[in-house]
């Protein structure tokens, strides 16, 4: 994938930036188009077409969420680069979405899914959840079967903290991989919390085509990718909603899924 635009050139288009973020998972294979090679090129290539736009449109876990953003700001297009930011890292069009445009929306998309757990998951929306990445991960996740059925802290944790969107400090980078001095979630049996920073080894790039990065550079990492080099203003935006919503499923909700994931 090409590495973010210098300073004073224009930044990446926001279909760009949702290959950066979607990437990981994709070729995981645990959501998105099957051809996770063809999305990669895309961010590679750095190219822009309606076939990148329909590879897109196949997360059906992200997607619905940039409609919503998009269509409760009176956005036209769901990649537009705002949209495509305020879902994967946060910014001020998630604070300005009415609360019943969410409650409708996760009604529609989940109700079906879970049926009387429904209420559950939508004690979050109540408590104050805004379609942020890290609340899908720690408001929706546990209440969809995504956690699959062996659910041992140990793993759940993992899964958790791998899924949403993590910023860290670049230490060392060597080849396609970086070393990233970064926050892991802890679990102590009844909170959901951040622990003391801790160097993890990350992928950087693919035989080369990444990032170009710096010791020291603040990054946003997703599974076992670095998704972008990010910015004081970024990385205010993710420390703040991802704070936002663990605050919510450990002292704002009745019945957080986390905990039901976790115990």
């Not at 224009?10 to 099957?34: D, E, M, Q, S």
């Not at 998009?70 to 910014?91: F, H, Q, S, T």
């Not at 969107?165 to 670049?170: F, H, L, M, N, Y």
């Not at 919503?245 to 957080?256: A, C, E, G």
Request: net charge negative.
């Amino acid at each position: 994938m090409t590495a973010p635009a210098p300073a004073g050139v224009k930044p990446l288009a926001g279909p760009l930036l949702f290959v950066r973020y979607a990437y990981p998972p994709n070729v995981l294979g645990y959501c998105g188009p099957a051809d996770h090679q063809a999305f990669f090129q895309y961010g590679a290539a750095g190219v822009v077409d309606q076939g990148l736009v329909q590879l897109a449109q196949a997360f059906q876990g992200a997607w619905p969420y940039l409609e919503l953003i998009a269509g409760g700001n009176g956005i036209a297009d769901p990649l537009n680069r705002r949209v495509v930011e305020a879902y994967w890292v946060g910014n001020g069009l998630l604070d300005s979405l009415p609360l019943g445009t969410i409650a409708d929306s996760m009604e529609q998309r989940f109700r079906p899914r879970v049926g009387s757990q429904f209420g559950f998951l939508a004690e979050g929306v109540l408590a104050g959840g805004v379609p942020h990445h890290s609340f899908h991960v720690f408001g929706v996740y546990p209440w969809v079967g995504l956690l699959g059925d062996d659910r041992k802290a140990a793993k759940a944790l993992t899964v958790l903290d791998r899924c949403r969107i993590r910023w860290g400090q670049v230490v060392s980078v060597a080849g396609d991989q970086a070393v990233v001095k970064s926050r892991h979630l802890q679990w102590d049996g009844r909170y959901l919390t951040l622990g003391e920073p801790e160097a993890e080894t990350v992928q950087c790039a693919n035989d080369g085509v990444g990032l170009t990065l710096a010791t020291d550079d603040w990054v946003s990492m997703h599974w076992h990718w670095i998704c972008d080099r990010i910015g004081p203003r970024e990385l205010t935006a993710l420390r703040a909603y991802t704070l936002h919503h663990l605050d919510m499923v450990n002292h704002r909700v009745t019945h957080p899924g986390t905990a039901a994931a976790l115990a």
